[in-house]
């Protein structure tokens, strides 16, 4: 079993920067990629930014250049640098993994779900 935890959420100003952090924890041999993602009420999931073990990255187009995702191997965890938040990204933000759990096993995981408020 592998699970996510995410951390970092919470209410910020418009303007304001916030940093989500995700954990991956369990019987993991590797991590193909982590990824973000997020979902307003009434509205479909999307993409927000992903990162190969690699360290290449694709970001929402929207997003790009106000969201930064990095990744730490060694710990298994996935950031989000989120600066100059506007209101329409308040969501909640999702944290994903495609790991390898077995010799042969490839299973894709997601965390609980973060939230965050961006109002003045």
């Known amino acids: 079993q592998v699970q996510l935890v995410e951390s970092g959420g919470g209410l910020v100003q418009p303007g304001g920067s916030l940093r989500l952090s995700c954990a991956a924890s369990?019987?993991?041999?590797?991590?193909?990629?982590m990824g973000w993602y997020r979902q307003a009420p009434g509205k479909q999931r999307e993409l927000v930014a992903q990162?190969?073990?690699?360290?290449?990255?694709d970001y929402a187009d929207s997003l790009k250049g106000r969201f930064t995702i990095s990744r730490d191997n060694a710990k298994s965890t996935v950031y989000l640098q989120m600066n100059s938040l506007k209101p329409e990204d308040t969501a909640v933000y999702y944290c994903?993994?495609?790991?390898?759990?077995?010799?042969?096993?490839?299973?894709?995981?997601w965390g609980q779900g973060t939230q965050v408020t961006v109002s003045s």
């Open positions: 994903n993994a495609d790991v390898k759990t077995r010799q042969f096993v490839r299973s894709d995981y």
């Open positions: 990162i190969s073990s690699g360290g290449s990255t």
């Open positions: 369990g019987s993991i041999f590797s991590i193909y990629a």
